[in-house]
């Protein structure tokens, strides 16, 4: 069992900034990794960028470029710095864990936070 919880989630107009965090019980160093997804109504919830085990990070193509994601293994903390934001972005950000995350497409979340929503103005 791993718990997440996030935070920093709020409304922001477009092209601004925001940054979320995942306090997490265990970090990647216990065998898996932090991904951070993305969830509108009506819509699965879709990756949008990953931390593996060795530190590696995937971002999916509306990310890249725009998101950083980070981990502070001391802190157990997961980071999802988010810029120059559109609309588009809206939605309710997840913190989880998942068994692998190449592709942050196919990447299949297993324990979940509550979600933390972000709103992005025109």
């Known amino acids: 069992q791993v718990q997440l919880v996030e935070s920093g989630g709020g409304t922001v107009q477009a092209g601004g900034s925001l940054t979320l965090s995942c306090s997490t019980s265990?970090?990647?160093?216990?065998?898996?990794?932090l991904a951070w997804f993305r969830q509108v109504p009506g819509n699965d919830r879709e990756g949008v960028a990953a931390?593996?085990?060795?530190?590696?990070?995937t971002y999916a193509d509306s990310a890249k470029g725009r998101f950083t994601i980070s981990e502070d293994i001391a802190q157990k903390t997961l980071t999802l710095q988010m810029n120059n934001l559109t609309p588009e972005d809206t939605g309710m950000y997840f913190c989880?864990?998942?068994?692998?995350?190449?592709?942050?497409?196919?990447?299949?979340?297993?324990?979940w936070g509550q979600g933390t929503q972000v709103t992005v103005s025109p």
């Open positions: 931390v593996d085990t060795g530190g590696a990070t």
């Open positions: 265990k970090p990647t160093t216990a065998g898996y990794c």
């Open positions: 989880a864990t998942a068994a692998w995350c190449s592709d942050p497409a196919t990447m299949q979340g297993v324990y």
